[in-house]
């Protein structure tokens, strides 16, 4: 069975401050996709990046970051210098590599940013 | 449009009534899903549909669910003699294809059941 964990309920910051967002997932399979989705308080989730589990480079866009490591079966996300619009609820999801196979998501990190 | 919309944005039902729930996908797109999300938890899957045809309802809770996709494109999510445990929202999420990763998800429809 595939699971998601995302320890962190809440997160609080300041403006400018960096955060990491963690992410540990489950699987068994050895061809796998990991998402990260972004939900505002308008509730509907924002895609934010995909990942396969055969490329393990790193990715940065712009003031965010993602570090995926199949050794610890992490898949944590880092926002640089974070901005008031930072604040949401994060997903982590994994999906296995199977036509309309559905995303497994975590119960998300609800990050909220101050000025 | 360019995103998936949903319908209505707000749903209120009183125990026992029947409610249809509309998803409007990406134009184009094959494959569109349906998620409940319950309150502070993340999305868990309902059911898929490859163009018209149904290929996974496992994750539909019971027997008072349906869902269909006539023509394989707008969706709707049915649930008969609403429960009060039915209060969620509703999220409709549409792909290119079958093996195309990403969803796409509509701003859903949040359902309350007094």
């Known amino acids: 069975a595939q699971k998601v964990t995302q320890a962190q309920t809440e997160i609080s910051v300041v403006e400018k401050e960096d955060v990491t967002l963690d992410c540990v997932y489950e699987?068994?399979?050895?061809?796998?996709?990991l998402f990260w989705y972004k939900q505002p308080p308008s509730g509907e989730l924002v895609f934010l990046i995909r990942?396969?589990?055969?490329?393990?480079q790193n990715e940065i866009s712009g003031r965010y970051s993602w570090n995926f490591q199949k050794s610890t079966s992490s898949f944590n996300f880092t926002i640089t210098a974070s901005q008031v619009v930072d604040s949401a609820v994060y997903f982590c999801?994994?999906?296995?590599?199977?036509?309309?196979?559905?995303?497994?998501f975590g119960k998300g990190t609800t990050l909220s940013v101050s000025s | 449009g360019a995103g998936v919309s949903q319908s209505p944005r707000y749903k209120v039902a009183k125990r026992g009534q029947d409610v249809a729930l509309r998803c409007d996908p990406i134009?184009?797109?094959?494959?569109l899903f349906w998620y409940q999300q319950a309150l502070g938890q993340g999305p868990e899957f309902l059911t898929y549909?490859?163009?018209?045809?149904?290929?996974?309802k496992s994750g539909l809770p019971s027997d008072r669910f349906f869902a269909e996709r006539p023509e394989g494109s707008v969706s709707t999510l049915k649930i008969q003699r609403t429960q009060q445990e039915d209060s969620a929202v509703y999220l409709c999420?549409?792909?290119?294809?079958?093996?195309?990763?990403?969803?796409?998800f509509g701003p859903g429809t949040r359902l309350t059941v007094t």
């Open positions: 999420a549409s792909s290119l294809g079958p093996f195309t990763y990403e969803q796409y």
């Open positions: 990942r396969n589990s055969f490329d393990e």
């Open positions: 699987t068994r399979d050895t061809t796998y996709y």
């Open positions: 134009s184009g797109h094959v494959s």
């Open positions: 999801a994994l999906t296995l590599n199977q036509a309309g196979t559905a995303l497994i």
């Open positions: 549909f490859q163009n018209e045809a149904q290929l996974d």
